[in-house]
């Protein structure tokens, strides 16, 4: 499926989810938290099978679960994202999240260096992000090592 097509539904997605899961997101200039994420699109996190269809399961893709986000500086934010992931070590694990626009457009990358199987789900973060002016929205979402990108991404607001 095109990213182009899977943004369009992702951005239409969110605006029926919105209101009925969210995250806490903390301005870290005022401390006031609000509701304003959620998870978006997560009919894409099925098990898939080796080969497009009729091979051994090799798992269900990467999905952002939450997301935290910290206003840093005039422009630049901290992402904490919580990813749930079928991990079987080395050989297929979660290992990056991407922050990208509602049209697509990847704004940071965060490389897992290393397998989280113990760890379930699992957070990490990436401060610096930069913002291009008018972004009021983001779409975060994970990749497998296996299966790409796949799972559930998680659309998210811009505190501000």
């Keep these: 499926m095109p990213i182009r097509f899977r943004t369009r539904r992702l951005a239409l997605a969110t605006l029926l989810l919105l209101g009925a899961c969210g995250t806490q997101v903390t301005n870290s200039q005022n401390g006031e938290p609000s509701t304003v994420g959620a998870i978006v699109d997560s009919s894409l996190s099925t098990t898939v099978a080796a080969g497009g269809g009729g091979g051994a399961p090799v798992g269900k893709c990467a999905d952002v679960v939450g997301v935290e986000i910290d206003v840093e500086a ?12 079928d991990e079987t070590g080395w050989d297929k694990y979660a290992d990056a999240w991407e ?58 607001s811009i505190p501000g």
Excluded: W
Aim: aromatic letters at 8%; a negative charge.
């Design 74 to 85: 005039e422009g630049t934010f901290n992402f904490s994202v919580t990813v749930s992931s």
């Design 99 to 156: 922050v990208r626009t509602t049209d697509g457009e990847v704004l940071a990358e965060r490389i897992l260096a290393h397998p989280h199987e113990n760890e379930q789900p699992f957070t990490r973060s990436l401060g610096g992000v930069k913002m291009p002016d008018g972004t009021i929205e983001v779409v975060v979402v994970a990749r497998d090592s296996v299966l790409g990108f796949c799972g559930a991404a998680y659309s998210v």
